[in-house]
């Protein structure tokens, strides 16, 4: 099945010890996300590709960095953990919005990222 | 400001009817979306409007008034397992989505 898997599902790391997030799709969708959402709130946007176009939204902190190397892989660098970054972090895809009527995002399970 | 209003928490009982509200104010629209988010889990796609009216999808159905900037998600004969966050969400003119924080649903037997 045509799917978004997000790899760990559960990452645990220290205090100011870099972490990589990985998300890999096969629906072949040149758009993905990546999304950082703490318990009842709302997912906030941090990053997204449009194919290799990368945009970084202006409230990103500099701590977070993001790769996606070809169409099926994107990644998510967190430099320097903090406290504040432990939340659910979100990898999603859509199809170009020219070629659909209904863009919507397909999400990945997510990762729930525990800062020690 | 882009903005997207819905209540934090609601209650409602097993077998009845519960509608979910949504407010929304965007630089722009390209439709609104309602997802369905259980506890650890990633938000899915419940529908979408772009035109104003009502879309009826079994269970559930959504309704849209562009003028009012106003939606509903509507769930009949509610379930246990419809216990979950129900999110609802702007598509904007860059065809980025506004999100709400959510509207918790506790259903109660």
């Known amino acids: 099945d045509a799917m978004v898997i997000q790899n760990p599902r559960y990452q645990v790391t220290q205090f100011g010890k870099p972490v990589t997030l990985s998300c890999s799709q096969t629906?072949?969708?040149?758009?993905m996300y990546w999304y950082q959402q703490k318990s009842s709130q709302a997912p906030k946007l941090l990053f997204h590709?449009?194919?290799?176009?990368?945009?970084n939204e202006a409230d990103t902190p500099d701590n977070f960095q993001s790769r996606r190397p070809n169409t099926s892989f994107c990644f998510l660098d967190i430099r320097s953990p903090g406290l504040g970054d432990a939340a659910m972090y979100l990898c999603?895809?859509?199809?170009?919005?020219?070629?659909?009527?209904?863009?919507?995002?397909?999400f990945g399970p997510g990762t729930r990222l525990t800062v020690l | 400001g882009q903005n997207i209003d819905q209540p934090t928490e609601m209650t409602a009982t097993e077998g009845a009817i519960v509608q979910i509200n949504c407010t929304y104010q965007?630089?722009?629209?390209?439709?609104l979306f309602w997802y369905q988010q259980h506890a650890g889990e990633a938000p899915t796609f419940l529908s979408y409007?772009?035109l104003d009216g009502l879309e009826e999808k079994g269970r559930f159905s959504s309704f849209l008034s562009r003028s009012k900037g106003y939606s509903y998600l509507l769930l009949k004969e509610l379930q246990m397992k419809d216990s979950a966050s129900y999110l609802c969400?702007?598509?904007?003119?860059?065809?980025?989505?506004?999100w709400g924080a959510g509207t918790k649903l506790i259903i109660k037997p």
């Open positions: 629906l072949n969708h040149n758009v």
């Open positions: 590709y449009y194919d290799k176009d990368f945009n």
């Open positions: 965007t630089s722009g629209f390209n439709g």
């Open positions: 969400a702007c598509m904007d003119s860059n065809y980025q989505l506004i």
């Open positions: 409007n772009v």
């Open positions: 999603a895809t859509s199809p170009p919005h020219r070629e659909t009527w209904i863009n919507e995002q397909f």
